[in-house]
């Protein structure tokens, strides 16, 4: 396809904003609208210094069909990727509510837009932006989830992410939708909010506050640089125009990079040095999966795609970006910038 015109969902989130940017590199890419509602988690300022015009920021929730359609149809979109979501585990077991309004109501809106659209003789690609943790939870000899693998969420966050993955399979065969299923295991680098392992001890070993390690921390995640992430999606993306990869399938993204939660922090309290920062182990989540792990063969096969970004050097630059943007970490986590969305906005 030429010049494709893209709608990206929750772009001014953590992987959302790395999309964007990446997209931005491509001459192929004519427009890229970014819809975000700014929920604590997305910063205006994670796409804040973009001025190619190609770019477009509208402001509101996926849950708003009538936004959705004339975004569509005004700007003749042919691609979304969906990434718009509520995405800590932690505050789906405080309160799921948000968690099955937006990952699953907010997918069915988007999913009922393209059926409409489609009538209306436009062919809208979806690339749906899912996450390994609808597979559950594997022991320690287990072999790594495979796209085969059985759907077995264990949290109320995974929980409203396989739902969705199920609606968008049901509108692949029921109303013929373009529509594939990315699964990707835990991202970090720059612009995660600080609620999520990483950006969390970094910030509070710049505070030189104590690192709390739910349970025993022993527990297994497979992680990934988000650049090498949003580099897979892309490729599902142009694959699925090309005809490589067909409507209904799934894809897996991992890093083959399997770490304890102890490693993580002990691994960012070495490369961080200078901290007054201990490790304290604190109660566990509840239900907490003991291990993740996952398969990308089918992505190393089709698409010729491979995490790229070493281990030590994704940390070290996801440290150093940290360390040197404290006034975003501050903005973010004080919600300040929402006297800008109200300025703006409301
Ligand atoms: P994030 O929380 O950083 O960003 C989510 C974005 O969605 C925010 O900008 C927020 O404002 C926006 N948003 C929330 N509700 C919205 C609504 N109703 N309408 C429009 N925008 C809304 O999340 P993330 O880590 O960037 O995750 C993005 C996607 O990738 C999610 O679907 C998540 O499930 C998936 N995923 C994340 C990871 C990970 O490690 N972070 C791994 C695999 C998959
Ligand atoms: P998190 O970054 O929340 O991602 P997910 O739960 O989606 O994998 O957590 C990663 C791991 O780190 C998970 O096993 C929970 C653990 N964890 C802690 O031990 N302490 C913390 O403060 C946080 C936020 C997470």
Redesign the pocket.
Known sequence: MNKIKVLV?????????HVIHKLLDYDSYKKIVN?????????PE?CGDITDKRYKFVY?????KGLLTKIIEEEDIDVIF???????VDRSIDSIE?FI???ID?TRCILEVIVEMNNNHKNIKLIH?????VYGSLNKDDKPFNENSQISPRNP?AAT?AASDHLVLSFVNTFNIDAVI???????GP???PE?LIPLMIMKMMNDENLPIYGDGKQIRDW?H?ED?VDGIIAVGEALDKGIVSPGEVINFGGDNEKTNLEIVDKILQLFGNTESKIEHIKDRLGHDRRYAIDSNKAKNILRWYPKIKWEDGLRNTLKWYIDNTDWAKSITSGEYRNWINKHYN
């Not at 932006?129 to 943790?133: K, L, N």
């Open positions: 969902t929750g772009g001014c989130g953590f992987i959302g904003s819809l975000d509602l700014l929920t604590y988690s997305g910063h994670n509101g929730s996926i849950n708003n969906h990434l718009a979501a509520e995405s800590h948000p309004s937006t990952n907010g932006i899912s996450t390994d943790e966050y992410k990315t699964r990707c295991s835990n991202n970090y612009r995660q909010f999520k990934i988000v992430h």
